[in-house]
């Protein structure tokens, strides 16, 4: 099993480019999530997804979309960077909610300049 | 709204020194995970708490779960240099669904050999 897997693992975009963070996981969970992590900010709730076409927003969700079509996959969309998007982001699934452990993917670095 | 507090922000030890890391919630949670992320890294999972009191050890690592699930800690006895990272407690954000967490901002530990 490959777990969680993100790309691109870098990306640098000019500011009012848009684009599309890529999120696969093979195994079969129903939950999937966005974060974003900043210096000294932890790691905050951008989306998530309790199951194919279900999605949600969580605490910063702003500037970003996401869909679920299929269990696997949980796109996250930038629609028009901007600098203050500059970030690493992680992807992360679990079985059921919050009472079972989140696999994170690796990570997309992510600079608007 | 709900938080989830670390303290310390950042710990510095010497080689073989214990380490203490708190997580304070400002609701009662029902469960509480801590994660460990690497420098460079994404988080994994090391252990979730579910019963008031529980007290769970991983080799040097022992985790604890208050009497009334509104805190936690990790303790490490004797740090090695395999232990320099940071430290996440998270728990289940209430409001939402399942699989939705909030995290603390982290104690990032440093060791010196």
């Known amino acids: 099993n490959a777990g969680v897997t993100q790309t691109p693992k870098f990306q640098v975009l000019k500011t009012g480019q848009s684009m599309t963070l890529q999120c696969a996981q093979d195994m079969n969970h129903e939950y999937m999530s966005w974060y974003r992590q900043d210096p000294g900010m932890g790691l905050r709730l951008i989306h998530y997804?309790?199951?194919?076409?279900?999605?949600d927003q969580g605490e910063v969700p702003n500037g970003y979309n996401v869909s679920r079509s299929t269990t696997e996959d949980f796109p996250l969309r930038l629609l028009s960077a901007a600098p203050s998007q500059t970030s690493v982001y992680f992807c992360?699934?679990?079985?059921?909610?919050?009472?079972?452990?989140?696999?994170f993917g690796d990570g997309t670095r992510l600079s608007i300049l | 709204g709900q938080q989830v507090m670390q303290i310390p922000q950042y710990q510095h030890v010497q080689e073989g020194e214990d380490f203490t890391t708190y997580c304070n919630s400002s609701t009662t949670l029902s469960n509480i995970q801590w994660y460990k992320q690497r420098p460079g890294g994404h988080p994994v999972f090391l252990i979730q708490l579910v019963k008031s009191g529980e007290v769970k050890k991983q080799k040097r690592l022992t985790f604890q779960f208050g009497e009334a699930k509104k805190n936690s800690s990790l303790h490490i006895t004797a740090t090695q240099t395999t232990d320099v990272g940071t430290y996440f407690c998270a728990g289940p954000r209430y409001g939402g669904s399942q699989g939705n967490l909030i995290f603390g901002k982290g104690t990032k530990l440093s060791v010196k050999p």
């Open positions: 997804s309790v199951g194919a076409g279900i999605t």
């Open positions: 992360a699934s679990s079985v059921t909610g919050t009472n079972q452990p989140q696999h």
